[in-house]
């Protein structure tokens, strides 16, 4: 069994994040990404963000890169959109709880 530092970064700095502590724990890495991208306009991603995040939507999200199986630790880094988890992240959670997975 292995460790993974799974992520959801938007702009950049999650992921930098994600990628040190991966280095220095000598973990795999995967990053969660939603279906439909948001915009790049920081402006844009803030409304349509907290117009999720207000109304409870879980973006969808691709399938990941890794069978999360083979994992008996998980690192999950995210940003906080207005005091909550992001959508898409909110998404991989739903997912993994209804496929059972222990994260």
């Known amino acids: 069994m292995g460790k ?5 970064s938007k702009f950049g ?7 040190r502590i991966a280095e220095k724990t000598g973990a795999d890495i995967c990053k969660i990404e939603p279906i439909e991208p948001y915009p790049e306009n920081l402006q844009e991603v803030m409304e349509i963000g907290r117009n999720e ?5 879980m973006r969808p999200i691709k399938q990941l890169e890794v069978d999360l199986s083979k994992y008996d630790k998980v690192i999950l880094g995210m940003p906080t959109w207005w005091y909550h988890t992001p ?3 909110e998404s991989f959670l739903k997912n993994a709880a209804l496929e059972k997975i222990t994260v």
Do not use: R
């Open 87 to 89: 959508p898409c992240v």
């Open 53 to 57: 995040t207000d109304n409870e939507t």
């Open 13 to 19: 700095n999650t992921e930098s994040i994600a990628k």
């Open 4 to 8: 993974l530092v799974l992520y959801f």
